[in-house]
């Protein structure tokens, strides 16, 4: 059991900053279409700007995906489904503890200032757990949402520090 691999994706909200991200591009987007009377540049211009929103758009619908294997969990961001990018890796082989957030276990430990990686879906009724574990030598936190399959392999390699 300590050597499975478990994978999970987990959906995410845009932030509420979104919104108003959205409104303003496409503000610049209609603004643009004056520009375009210009010859030569107005074109260039509004076609810029009409191709940098939809990147922007595209930016803001993405997934975590979780992968977990040999005691290491790797964070991947997926953009539109498209584009994967590595966030990060942590080494659960070290952990100090896995609990719910805002358990008495878990405020028992962020009394401290660690740095902390937030790879949740930022919707409202999500289960989040915080993690404790070892980061390039320092110790971190690690916010995520992980399901039954992946909290049973967790608890399997640290049964006293993984609370359900």
Same mark, same amino acid.
């Given at each position: ?5 478990? /994978? %999970? ?8 900053? @979104?919104?108003?991200? =959205? ?10 279409? &004056? ?5 030569? $540049? ?6 810029? $700007? ?16 979780? &992968?977990?294997?040999?005691? /290491?969990? !790797?964070?991947? =961001? &997926? ?5 994967? +990018?590595?966030? @990060?890796?942590? !080494? ?6 896995? @609990?719910?957030?805002?358990? %008495?276990? *878990? ?17 409202? *009724?999500? +289960? ?6 070892? =980061? *390039?030598? /320092?110790?971190? +936190? ?6 039954? =399959?992946?909290? +049973?392999?967790? %608890? ?9």
């Amino acid at each position: 059991m300590g050597d499975n691999l478990v /994978e %999970q994706i987990v959906q995410c909200r845009p932030p509420k900053s @979104a919104n108003i991200m =959205k409104a303003l591009m496409i503000v610049l987007c209609v603004v643009s279409l &004056i520009f375009i009377l210009i010859p030569y $540049v107005g074109a260039f211009l509004t076609a810029i $700007v009409i191709v940098v929103t939809v990147f922007v758009f595209r930016g803001f619908h993405y997934e975590y995906e979780y &992968i977990y294997l040999s005691g /290491e969990l !790797d964070v991947d =961001k &997926i953009i539109a489904r498209a584009k994967r +990018k590595r966030m @990060a890796s942590f !080494d659960f082989n070290r952990v100090e503890l896995v @609990a719910p957030q805002g358990s %008495q276990e *878990d405020l028992r430990l962020s009394h401290n200032r660690y740095r902390t990686y937030d790879y949740t879906s930022n919707m409202p *009724d999500a +289960k989040v757990y915080a993690a404790y574990t070892m =980061k *390039d030598n /320092e110790m971190v +936190k690690l916010l995520f949402e992980p399901n039954e =399959k992946l909290l +049973k392999e967790l %608890q399997y390699i640290a049964p006293r520090k993984v609370i359900l």
